[in-house]
Every structure is written in structure tokens, then in C-alpha cells.
Nanobody, 119 residues
């Protein structure tokens, strides 16, 4: 069964950090680009980062300099290190897979992990 499972979310104070994980099963993650998205209550889903199968990374301006995406193909997992978290980062975070390059039309999605930034 092809699936992605996110983990690592939780409650964190402003300025804190979390490492989110996106674990793949049923397919070889090495061949796929992985995007991270988030959706806050009442807001549209936002693409925040993507890493290609070759390891090239891209970030939305809203997270650039604070978030870092990486991949461990041996563990079939992609990570999103989130630092200097702000209240505005509170959202459900999702990962999704697309063959080879970042773009549109992600065809496999995880169920999400919740990040709450609050003092």
C-alpha cells in the first residue's frame, strides 16, 4: 500500500522548534519529490517547501530562513526542521509526493500532523 505518514507535530512555544517527518511506504521515496504543505483554520492550503529527487530544495518566503527540508533515502523519509516558530505557523502540516520534480499534481498525500505554536 502506497502511503505517506507525517509525525512530529505538537504544541510548542513561540521561538521553539519541531522536526516533522514524512515516512513513505509502498514505494521508493528516492525517485520522488516531496512537498510540505500546511493549512491553518479558515485559510487555504499553502505550499511551504519542496525537495526534488536530486535533493534540490525550495521554500516559500513565509518560512525561508527558518525551515529546512532534507531527505534520508535510506530511511525512506523526508524531514522538515522548523525553527523560530511563530503563532502564524500554527496549522496542519501535510507532505505529498510527486515523481522526480517539484511542481503541481501531487498524487500521494499524508493525513497530516498538527503544529500549534502558543505560549
Amino acid at each position: 500500500q502506497v502511503q505517506l505518514v507525517e509525525s512530529g507535530g505538537g504544541l510548542v512555544q513561540p521561538g521553539g522548534s519541531l522536526r516533522l517527518s514524512c515516512a513513505a511506504s509502498g514505494f521508493r521515496l528516492v525517485d520522488y519529490a516531496i512537498g510540505w504543505f500546511r493549512q491553518a483554520p479558515g485559510k487555504e492550503r499553502e505550499g511551504i517547501s519542496c525537495i526534488t529527487s536530486d535533493g534540490n530544495a525550495d521554500y516559500a518566503d513565509s518560512v525561508k530562513g527558518r525551515f529546512t527540508i532534507s531527505r534520508d533515502n535510506a530511511k525512506n523519509t523526508v524531514y522538515l526542521q522548523t525553527n523560530s516558530l511563530k503563532h502564524g505557523d500554527t496549522a496542519d502540516y501535510y507532505c505529498a509526493a510527486l515523481f522526480s520534480e517539484c511542481g503541481s499534481g501531487y498524487d500521494t498525500w499524508g493525513r497530516g500532523t498538527q503544529v500549534t505554536v502558543s505560549s
